[in-house]
């Protein structure tokens, strides 16, 4: 990575942020929600103004070129981006910062790390880009079982290290982030074309760690779909996959640790599959009265088989929030990309199937039609919208997203018992009426991905609290609806209540046996996923 260091608290890094107008835009709207009266703002303790605790541990001299017990690494590694992340690190919480924070240039490294690691009884914590939501990277030391913490960052393993254009894939390092990862490919006229939101901060080993889900709306909705190949190092010993277009040599060895979020072991690259840089595309902004007018016709768009690269709808108060729309209509965000062929036929009757759901296209200007209007307003909100939770956490406000999946012939009854249960939670945690809005991030032919967002008033000293119950709710709710606790966020321990109540218990027993023999004693980030 090049430029300023990242923020110990906020988004991005050092001097980045949204500008005074943007964050006018962000707060107006707040205020019309809330109220015009001033926010009560809390100051956010400097990194100097941190007391953080000795490190329990040191490394020995061998690790110390890549190792370090400095201030800012350790208060930089202490936390995700969630949103109890912010108001923890707000108050100046810092617990549970890491003793030591250690930067392993290759594989070798990272099992010394795990050696020594093991050998004090600490914990150690894989952290790629540290975006995660769901409390995947805190580190962990109860002083009992694990006696320190320590973080492994990736960010030295940061190479695209071969290309097979032939087979249209490349060897990349796990530490890589994605606009890296994209600006070695280019050269090659090649693209992984995985772009979650937190895309400029994240990286290729959390993205594969936590079945990220990325750009496209449909076909390759998670980065599973790109994954070829893994090389993983375990406590006990490296594994490698075999690159294969496709197996069925039993249960696919890639797909145990896509998605283990660390506690199986370090994945320090992979083989990915890449696409052609698209040539063609075709897209727009298609606006209809309601948002389940909208689902049906995204419903008709995914059962013809006609894949978009974007069909992304916002319910009504979503669109206004982002400023796509004066709040009287949904909003699909529309495209097909290809780097091989015109998409005129798909497109033409994708926007059949819309008409057929009331849905009425705005008219294209010249260009890139699928980054004009109310599209366009909504991806440049979308790409700004991470830097909002620095500001509005110290005026109180609660900002947070969850999402989820669920088939179709529930999706409507499910939309409106998870929103109305949300809606309940925040009256009765703030006394404040809020608000929750919908989109879809992802769409199959047998279900949507619909995501929320809500936003409460909350009050200084009791925002951990509040923000819990409505957060215990919505999840409450989702659950017992029939979604999935997390469609691409992934568990962390945040999620656990509730993964625990939908996975199938021999399953979690499985697991289980896989992390001892893998990890037998324990140390890869205790309490994520399963408990031992
Ligand atoms: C503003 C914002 C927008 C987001 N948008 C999206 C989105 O569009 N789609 C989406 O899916 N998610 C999104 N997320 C969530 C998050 O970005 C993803 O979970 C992402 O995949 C995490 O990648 P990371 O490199 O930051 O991993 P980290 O946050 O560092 O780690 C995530 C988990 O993976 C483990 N891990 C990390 N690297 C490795 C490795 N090499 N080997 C083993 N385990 C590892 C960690 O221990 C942790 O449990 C968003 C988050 C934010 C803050």
Redesign the pocket.
């Known amino acids: 990575m090049t430029g300023a260091r990242l923020k110990h608290y906020g988004?991005g890094r050092e001097g980045e942020g949204m500008s005074a107008e943007e964050r006018a835009f962000v707060l107006g709207r707040y205020h019309a929600k809330f109220g015009a009266g001033e926010f009560d703002t809390v100051t956010v303790p400097g990194l100097e103004e941190l007391s953080l605790r000795e490190p329990r541990v040191v490394p020995p001299a061998s690790l110390t070129p890549f190792c370090t017990t400095e201030r800012y690494d350790r208060a930089a590694h202490t936390y995700?981006?969630?949103y109890p992340d912010y108001v923890r690190a707000m108050l100046g919480d810092y617990d549970c910062a890491p003793d030591v924070v250690a930067y392993p240039r290759n594989e070798s490294e990272i099992s010394a790390v795990m050696d020594w690691a093991g050998s004090v009884g600490a914990s150690l914590?894989?952290?790629?880009?540290?975006?995660?939501?769901?409390g995947?990277?805190e580190p962990q030391a109860d002083g009992i079982k694990h006696k320190a913490a320590v973080t492994l960052?990736?960010r030295n393993?940061s190479n695209v290290v071969e290309v097979d254009p032939v087979s249209r894939a490349a060897l990349i390092d796990?530490?890589t982030?994605g606009p890296s990862l994209e600006n070695q490919l280019k050269p090659h006229r090649l693209t992984l074309r995985h772009?979650?939101?937190?895309?400029e901060?994240?990286?290729?080993?959390?993205?594969?760690?936590?079945?990220?889900?990325?750009h496209f709306a449909s076909l390759y909705t998670?980065?599973d779909d790109f994954v070829e190949s893994l090389r993983?190092v375990t406590p006990v010993g490296v594994v490698e996959t075999r690159r294969l277009p496709g197996s069925g040599a039993g249960p696919s060895p890639d797909r145990m640790?896509i998605g283990?979020?660390?506690?199986?072991?370090?994945?320090?690259r992979a083989w990915m599959r890449l696409q052609q840089r698209p040539k063609f595309r075709a897209g727009a902004s298609v606006r209809f009265p309601t948002f389940f007018d909208a689902a049906r016709a995204v419903r008709a768009v995914a059962q013809a088989g006609l894949y978009p690269s974007n069909c992304r709808i916002l319910d009504p108060q979503e669109a206004f929030n982002t400023g796509a729309s004066d709040g009287s209509s949904a909003i699909m965000v529309l495209a097909f990309e290809s780097g091989d062929h015109p998409l005129d036929a798909w497109f033409k009757r994708a926007l059949e199937c819309c008409a057929d759901h009331r849905g009425t296209p705005e008219p294209a200007e010249a260009g890139d039609a699928h980054l004009e209007g109310a599209a366009g307003i909504w991806r440049n909100a979308f790409i700004r919208?991470?830097y909002a939770?620095e500001f509005l956490t110290p005026v109180a406000i609660i900002n947070d997203t969850f999402e989820t999946a669920i088939t179709w012939d529930r999706f409507e009854t499910f939309h409106d018992q998870v929103k109305a249960a949300t809606e309940r939670a925040i009256l009765q945690a703030t006394g404040v009426k809020g608000e929750v809005t919908c989109r879809f991030?992802h769409v199959y032919p047998d279900g949507p991905a619909p995501y929320f967002s809500f936003h409460a008033r909350g009050r200084h000293g009791a925002l951990l609290a509040q923000w819990k119950a409505i957060k215990d709710a919505a999840s409450d709710a989702l659950i017992a609806a029939g979604g999935t606790i997390t469609?691409?966020?992934?568990v962390?321990r945040d999620h656990r209540p509730w993964y625990d109540r939908q996975r199938p218990q021999l399953f979690a027993a499985a697991l289980r046996a896989a992390k001892r023999e893998l990890d037998p004693r324990g140390m890869?980030?205790p309490g994520?996923l399963i408990d031992p």
Not at 125 to 134: A, I, K, M, R, Y
Not at 260 to 268: A, K, R, Y
Not at 487 to 490: I, V
């Open positions: 988004w995700g981006k969630s914590t894989p952290f790629g880009g540290g975006s995660t939501v769901c995947g990277v960052d990736l393993l796990a530490g982030y772009f979650p939101q937190s895309f901060y994240s990286t290729l080993g959390g993205w594969i760690a936590t079945r990220s889900g990325g998670h980065i993983v640790f283990s979020e660390g506690i199986l072991g370090v994945i320090s919208m991470p939770r991030t469609h691409h966020h992934a962390g890869l980030n994520v």
